[in-house]
């Protein structure tokens, strides 16, 4: 089992950079990591997601190029890097975990779900 905690939303300008941390409790190389969003009115979607190892990542065609997942096993966090932000990624962000296997997009294939950070980007 695994607790997951985000950090690092807040309030920024369009063209502005965060970074989003999500720190881990349990055996977090075990686990392949998620990012995902929700929107006011709209579905949880998939954001990015990185393999156990680090060693695959996967985007939304929406965020590729502009975010970068990446994760420190030694320190038990993933993280999101996002550049030039823009107004539609305002959403509240969430990191998602599921034992190490095949890496998925899908939201209802994690088990684990931290509570979130808002991520608000101004024009």
């Known amino acids: 089992q695994v607790q997951l905690v985000e950090s690092g939303g807040g309030l920024v300008q369009a063209g502005d950079s965060l970074r989003l941390s999500c720190s881990a409790s349990?055996?977090?190389?075990?686990?392949?990591m998620g990012w995902f969003r929700q929107a006011p009115g709209k579905e949880r979607e998939f954001v990015a997601a990185i393999s156990w190892s680090g060693g695959n990542t996967y985007y939304a065609a929406s965020v590729k190029g502009r975010f970068t997942i990446s994760r420190d096993n030694a320190k038990n966090t993933v993280y999101l890097q996002m550049n030039s932000l823009k107004p539609e990624d305002t959403a509240v962000y969430y990191c998602?975990?599921?034992?190490?296997?095949?890496?998925?997009?899908?939201?209802?294939?994690?088990?684990?779900w931290g509570q979130g950070t808002q991520v608000t980007v101004s024009s």
């Open positions: 998602a975990a599921r034992p190490a296997g095949e890496t998925t997009t899908l939201s209802w294939r994690y088990d684990y």
């Open positions: 349990g055996r977090f190389s075990d686990y392949n």
